[in-house]
């Protein structure tokens, strides 16, 4: 049986290019047995951290009435843990950013978490995506002992669909089949 994959899809345009990688992955990652939940964040309702400090001392909770809970949930039954960004100005999407900060009351509670990162850009040059995955690989320094298990560079990418057509499409089958396993 093959691992729980949560994939994050931060996408504000559905059918972009970040999703398009996402669900690429996916199928990778189902052809080598995973189970696979995706979440697309444009479709919940998620509002910023409000820096109130509840869930400092009651882990688990929040003073905002939102939808991070079920996300939360299904962080906690994922063995892997993938996030997908468009970058916008270096740096991943507002939805991205804004559900990140909410893991403040449950990262300490998920040791051991393993993560991908997918991100997409319409340059043509990869390293115009460093600063983007930077903002992610926070992530590996706050969760207790978290590890990056891969990247997908979506360089090349600017009309939805674009992503279909670069060597990102199949590195994102690729990274699938190989999460399902690890």
């Given at each position: 049986?093959?691992?729980?994959?949560?994939?994050?899809?931060?996408?504000?345009?559905?059918?972009?290019?970040?999703e398009?990688?996402?669900?690429?992955?996916?199928?990778?990652?189902?052809?080598?047995?995973?189970?696979c939940?995706?979440?697309s964040?444009?479709?919940?309702?998620?509002?910023?951290?409000?820096?109130?400090?509840?869930?400092?001392s009651?882990?688990?909770?929040?003073?905002?009435?939102?939808?991070?809970?079920?996300i939360?949930?299904?962080?906690?039954?994922?063995?892997?843990i993938?996030?997908?960004?468009?970058?916008?100005?270096?740096?991943?999407?507002?939805?991205?950013k804004?559900t990140i900060?909410?893991?403040r009351?449950?990262?300490?509670?998920?040791?051991?978490?393993?993560?991908?990162?997918?991100?997409?850009?319409?340059?043509?040059?990869?390293?115009?995506?460093?600063?983007?995955?930077?903002?992610?690989?926070?992530?590996?320094?706050?969760?207790?002992?978290?590890?990056e298990?891969?990247?997908?560079?979506?360089?090349?990418?600017w009309l939805?669909?674009?992503?279909?057509n670069?060597?990102?499409?199949?590195?994102?089958?690729?990274?699938g089949?190989r999460l399902a396993?690890?």
């Amino acid at each position: 049986m093959g691992n729980n994959i949560l994939v994050i899809n931060s996408s504000p345009r559905k059918g972009g290019n970040s999703e398009t990688l996402c669900d690429r992955l996916i199928e990778g990652a189902q052809a080598n047995g995973a189970t696979c939940v995706k979440v697309s964040l444009r479709e919940k309702k998620i509002n910023c951290c409000i820096a109130c400090d509840l869930c400092r001392s009651n882990p688990w909770t929040c003073s905002i009435d939102d939808d991070m809970p079920e996300i939360w949930e299904k962080m906690k039954e994922a063995d892997v843990i993938v996030l997908s960004t468009p970058s916008y100005f270096f740096s991943v999407s507002a939805q991205l950013k804004m559900t990140i900060d909410r893991f403040r009351p449950v990262y300490k509670s998920m040791p051991g978490k393993k993560f991908a990162f997918i991100a997409t850009v319409s340059g043509d040059e990869p390293e115009l995506l460093e600063k983007t995955f930077g903002a992610m690989n926070g992530l590996l320094d706050c969760f207790p002992d978290a590890s990056e298990e891969g990247r997908v560079y979506g360089n090349s990418a600017w009309l939805p669909g674009d992503s279909r057509n670069t060597k990102a499409y199949e590195e994102a089958y690729e990274l699938g089949k190989r999460l399902a396993s690890i």
